[in-house]
């Protein structure tokens, strides 16, 4: 089993930072990539922001995002992070993190956190 454990959320105002992160733990032989989405009521589930796993391989972002946010790693401690910068009160949604894993029976699946709020006031 495995779990994620997402932190940093909570209320801003427009123009302001937060940091997200997203603690993975349990039984992990290897996390293949880590991504952060959000869900606003109403909408649909949407990526932010994706990180592979090997360094150098590459992150991509939703267009709302690019220059504002960015998405890191720490691989040893199985964790991401997101920085979100200059945020607007479009960005307020429920984030979760999601990583897709392959166990120690190499058996790969994807995993969800509970989802952190994350507020932006005008």
């Known amino acids: 089993q495995v779990q994620l454990v997402e932190s940093g959320g909570g209320l801003v105002q427009a123009g302001g930072s937060l940091r997200l992160s997203c603690a993975a733990s349990?039984?992990?032989?290897?996390?293949?990539?880590m991504g952060w989405y959000r869900q606003a009521p109403g909408n649909k589930r949407e990526l932010v922001a994706r990180?592979?796993?090997?360094?150098?391989?590459?992150?991509n972002y939703a267009a709302s995002v690019k220059g504002r946010f960015t998405i890191s790693r720490d691989n040893a401690q199985n964790t991401a992070y997101l920085q979100m910068n200059s945020l607007k009160p479009e960005d307020t949604a429920v984030y979760y993190c999601?990583?897709?894993?392959?166990?120690?029976?190499?058996?790969?699946?994807?995993?969800w956190g509970q989802g952190t709020q994350v507020t932006v006031s005008s």
């Open positions: 990180i592979a796993v090997d360094i150098g391989s590459g992150t």
């Open positions: 349990g039984s992990i032989f290897r996390i293949n990539n």
């Open positions: 999601k990583a897709e894993v392959t166990n120690l029976r190499f058996v790969r699946d994807d995993y």
